[in-house]
């Protein structure tokens, strides 16, 4: 019986289920096709490295436990003879050396522009090689002959617009080598999105090695013996010094490594499909909430003929039970939708991904079905509560719930101190001196102030909404009056359906004050700490000396700074270690391309061979000026060198630790320096910066690989990446704010059921549809502003907060972006006039006289 009323309940009130099914159908879609899309883009990487793997891999020796990769340009290598040592290995069928490079730039030389992929997926070049599993196969021309050809895959050469006979360029730290197009390869598996270049062994070991050498060797059985005895026995013959894989560990190696970058966006999307999740158990709330003191008389009537309070507390549930798989199964199957679009927008960026192999494993449905059905479950509870507590004399009496006074009170101490806490975190967090710490703090000062907001929401509508239809009496008369009122007048369901919109608007405010920050402390520390004119970048190759050679010989260029990075271990005086961020550069970089203030000690003691240090580090370790550090480079090399300057918190280079040039240069050896990424140019005195610039860009035009920026340009540079992050911020909430906007929708639609009869009578009673409508459109405004008005404040305290929770490291100057507090605002109105729309249509709609007779 209580399943058959359920269902029969839920059925008769269908329409006003609708949008808390679209809000249940939006998160779960979310998340299932997030779930699909990160499983099929696993299995495919997977599918690929178990293709092409071999069945055991000899790869250079692994760095020690302490060792940081090598910055070196030159990659590390396996000797030629280790080849021909594994195929002698019983069980082995072949061993092929490999040559595989990403430190290389290819370059089509009749256009100089880039080919290949400029971010994201890498740029490979190597030797071609016959194995009995390759990732690619020749599909026109030849194999590279000589040292004057390059085979090239399909999917680059279609892009790149090249074919047989083109000229290739490679670049690379050796120089500039063209090449011509012999041979067009295609992919057997998924491409990936990489460019592959092929030349011949010789030509690849010398132009992309330097010596006669591999980067790896690749053994495959003959199948008598499995590959852990196959690689035992390499162990065996080769020696301990060899990294040695299966097949089945290179494929763990290589998915961990893709499952990294896909991980970022499967947490990113996830978070923001529960936070909607969130926003979408206010939307229920407020569904049931109404649908119980709608059906009063009818719960009343329930118990009077003998229904327990179990079982009203059951029919409401079995009926949020019944829109949760309902609104589950439909989410499931929109999240194949959304995977599919997400396959499509990688296939648009060089992910080559195919719709055909969407992986829909358990996951999928447990999560989406547990998301649904907890979601509105959980959020059901408190109206299938209440609907139980509904006496039977209930049913004697109008629709409506008595208030419960004991509750506001409840609810006003449990919010006050949830704000409080919250509020307390925060101050702790901006006062925090670690960052680390800081940003502990924050996390459970936004987590206590949104839920304290939350719960603090009906009582302060009361209040707010009171301030914001001040004017509407004024302005519009007896509409504006109803509308300020109606707002007010069950401030639980105000504050709910407020409360969905502010979630939304909090995310967006907290992350433009923060991404704002961002900018104008990067624009504050070039302008303050920079005074060289341009910077030059090489991306993913170094820069060589013929770079630098056209830079200097550029007219209106006064000198060229160049830095290398290093990443040392310190031996402290207390006999502790630890490691550091080290720029090695010439006396130039301290005392005219840069202004780096110091706290200790002078930057002239860089020069003369001491070590500059940042102030955190000095703090954490108990260093001061004259204290003796011994710097151990890689490969041995080290030296010992005193403290001679500590560089304030917060500055350009205030994290890092300096030494000049020549003094790292009698330690480590040109051979075994890194090479050069970035380099700086300052115009000579009274030069015209601009036309210098124009100049400088025409010197480097053979090199499309740099990328040469002025100050301005440089500044733009930062504000694009802060943008790119920001606007993937703004895409995520907005799900977030379309369920908000479902939810003033749904109130509005309920609300207008609810009053059927009271609109009846002021219709009677001579208000006009027009005005009707109006009071309905201000109603929705005003509930809408109330949420902005909420989501403001918190995403301005979280905001402010997170930018003092970093003021020490480079995120030094607040900037609160007035216009995007006004666009909020702005948009909250057209909000409530959208959301408005239909509710409105539909009550001016009403017959007076059957509104009237409405029981």
Same mark, same amino acid.
């Given at each position: ?321 019944? +829109?949760? =798989? %309902? ?6 199957? &929109?999240?194949? #939708?959304?995977?599919? *679009? $997400?396959?499509? /927008? ?78 307390? +975190?925060? =101050? %702790? ?6 960052? &680390?710490?800081? #940003?502990?703090?924050? *996390? $459970?000062?936004? /987590? ?408």
């Amino acid at each position: 019986m209580l399943l058959r009323t359920a269902l029969r309940s839920f059925f008769a009130h269908k329409g006003r289920m609708a949008l808390s099914l679209i809000a249940v159908v939006l998160s779960v879609a979310f998340v299932s096709g997030t779930l699909v899309f990160s499983d099929t883009a696993t299995s495919t990487f997977d599918k690929l490295f178990a293709a092409t793997a071999s069945d055991v891999s000899v790869q250079p020796p692994k760095p020690a436990e302490d060792e940081e990769p090598s910055a070196s340009e030159k990659p590390r290598t396996v000797p030629v003879d280790a080849a021909r040592q594994l195929a002698a290995v019983p069980g082995v069928r072949t061993a092929v050396g490999q040559v595989m490079v990403e430190n290389a730039t290819l370059v089509n030389p009749a256009t100089n522009k880039l080919v290949g992929p400029t971010s994201g997926a890498p740029t490979l070049v190597g030797n071609w090689t016959e194995t009995p599993r390759s990732a690619v196969r020749l599909t026109q021309g030849h194999a590279p002959q000589g040292a004057g050809e390059l085979v090239l895959d399909a999917d680059t050469a279609k892009k790149a617009g090249l074919g047989l006979g083109g000229r290739l360029r490679v670049d690379n730290a050796g120089g500039r080598h063209e090449f011509t197009i012999a041979g067009i390869a295609s992919f057997t598996t998924t491409n990936p999105g990489a460019a592959l270049a092929f030349l011949d062994t010789p030509t690849a070991q010398q132009v992309l090695l330097g010596e006669q050498a591999y980067t790896s060797v690749e053994a495959f059985g003959d199948g008598s013996r499995g590959n852990d005895r196959l690689k035992a026995d390499a162990l065996a013959t080769l020696g301990a010094g060899y990294q040695v894989k299966t097949a089945a560990e290179q494929k763990d190696e290589n998915t961990k490594n893709i499952g990294s970058g896909l991980g970022f966006m499967k947490n990113a999307m996830l978070g923001f499909a529960f936070i909607s999740a969130f926003v979408g158990c206010f939307l229920i709330i407020n569904t049931f909430s109404m649908l119980v003191a709608q059906r009063t008389r009818e719960i009343g009537l329930l118990r009077a003929i003998g229904g327990s309070r179990r079982q009203v507390n059951r029919s409401v549930l079995a009926e949020a039970l019944i +829109l949760g =798989v %309902l609104g589950s199964t439909l989410g499931i199957g &929109a999240g194949l #939708g959304i995977a599919v *679009g $997400l396959i499509k /927008l990688m296939n648009a960026i060089g992910m080559e991904l195919k719709a055909s192999d969407l992986q829909i494993g358990p996951s999928v449905f447990l999560a989406g079905y547990a998301l649904g059905i907890v979601v509105t479950l959980v959020a059901a509870w408190f109206p299938a509560r209440r609907a139980s507590r509904i006496a039977p004399m209930a049913a004697l009496r109008d629709h409506g719930t008595p208030a419960e006074g004991c509750a506001n009170l409840v609810r006003t101490v449990v919010g006050l101190a949830l704000t409080a806490g919250g509020g307390g +975190l925060l =101050v %702790l967090a901006a006062k925090a001196e670690k960052a &680390a710490t800081g #940003g502990r703090y924050l *996390g $459970l000062g936004v /987590l206590l102030t949104l839920i304290g907001f939350v719960v603090l929401g009906p009582l302060l509508a009361t209040v707010v909404v009171r301030v914001l239809g001040a004017l509407l009496p004024a302005v519009f008369g007896p509409s504006g009056r109803l509308a300020q009122r109606n707002a007010m007048r069950n401030p639980r369901r105000t504050g709910a359906t407020a409360a969905a919109l502010m979630v939304g608007l909090a995310l967006v405010i907290g992350s433009s004050v923060f991404s704002a920050s961002m900018v104008t402390s990067a624009n504050a520390q070039i302008d303050r700490s920079v005074g060289a004119d341009y910077i030059v970048q090489g991306g993913r190759t170094s820069i060589t000396p013929e770079m630098l050679d056209a830079v200097r010989r550029t007219r209106g260029i006064d000198h060229v700074t160049t830095q290398k990075f290093f990443d040392p271990r310190l031996q402290l005086p207390d006999g502790r270690s630890a490691r550091t961020n080290l720029t090695a550069a010439p006396p130039a970089f301290f005392t005219t391309d840069f202004h780096l203030p110091v706290t200790a000690g002078s930057l002239d003691a860089i020069g003369r061979g001491e070590l500059g240090i940042g102030e955190a580090f000095a703090k954490d370790h108990g260093l001061k000026v004259g204290d003796r550090v011994t710097v151990a480079y890689d490969k041995d090399h080290t030296q010992v060198l005193p403290v001679g300057a500590v560089f304030a918190k917060g500055s350009l280079f205030g994290d890092g630790s300096f030494v000049d040039f020549d003094t790292m240069a009698k330690a480590v050896p040109a051979a075994d320096q890194p090479p050069v990424w970035t380099f700086f140019a300052k115009a000579s005195s009274g030069a015209d910066v601009a036309k210098t610039l124009t100049a400088l860009e025409d010197a480097l035009e053979e090199y499309p690989q740099l990328t040469i920026k002025d100050q301005a340009g440089y500044k733009k540079v930062v504000q694009s990446q802060v943008d790119t992050l920001l606007y993937l911020v703004y895409g995520l909430v907005g799900l977030s704010i379309t369920v908000a906007v479902l939810g003033v929708v749904n109130t509005l639609a309920l609300s207008v059921v609810e009053r059927t009869r009271e609109i009846g009578l002021l219709r009677a009673i001579g208000l006009s549809r027009r005005q009707l409508r109006r009071m309905i459109r201000l109603e929705s405004v005003v509930i809408a502003v109330f949420g902005a008005v909420l989501g403001t404040g918190l995403g301005l305290a979280w905001g402010v907060t997170a930018q003092r929770v970093l003021r020490d490291q480079g995120l030094d100057t607040l900037s609160v972006p007035i216009t995007t507090l006004a666009v909020t605002l702005v948009a909250s109105v057209v909000i409530g006039l959208v959301a408005a729309l239909v509710p409105a249509f539909r009550a001016g709609r009403m017959n007076v006289l059957t509104a009237i007779a409405t029981d």
